[in-house]
């Protein structure tokens, strides 16, 4: 094979390797897994990070910092503008909102973010609100309620 025969295509589809086939096919009697120990026997499985015995580098590589991950509160974010599918003068609450299928649970924890506008006079009863989403739902003669932390 020359240099300016090769494609993206070579080599893309390797043949299997036939196992047992009589020692002239390279791959009789043992089939490649060599005499005893633990890689000769039927389901053996090694771990893919194994380095031979030695410390693996993972094991070897310092673990610094911090992670908030495990300690985040997640809330489900909702804006004003999507608030416009309710009608006027409505009492909307997180089982509205999850009605609406605009959050996930009735389970979670949601806030009113205030990107967009509001022209409905609406009564909002969740978990937070930014200050400009508050301001915007009052500005219009609605009301905007936290619902009370339990525990």
């Known amino acids: 094979m020359l240099n300016h025969e090769i494609t993206s295509i070579v080599g893309k ?10 020692s002239g096919s ?9 005499h005893k120990g633990s890689g000769s026997r039927a389901g053996s499985t ?3 990070l194994f380095e031979g015995g030695k410390t693996p580098l993972f094991r070897k590589i310092p673990k610094r910092g911090f992670s908030n991950y495990d300690f985040a509160k997640p809330c489900e974010i909702v804006n004003i503008c999507q608030l ?3 009608e006027d003068g409505e009492v909307i609450g997180i089982e509205q909102l999850s009605n609406a299928g605009l959050i996930n649970s009735e389970k979670s924890t949601v806030k009113i973010l205030g990107k967009g506008d509001l022209t409905k006079k609406l009564q909002v ?3 937070k609100f930014s200050k400009s989403a508050e301001q915007k739902i009052t500005a219009i003669g609605g009301t905007a309620n936290l619902i009370k932390k339990s525990g």
Not at 13 to 22: A, L, S, T
């Open 26 to 34: 390279g791959h009789g009697k043992t089939c490649g897994r060599g």
């Open 84 to 86: 416009e599918r309710f």
């Open 46 to 48: 090694s771990f893919s």
């Open 125 to 127: 009863t969740v978990h």
């Open 13 to 22: 589809n390797k043949r299997r390797r036939k196992i047992g086939r009589g």
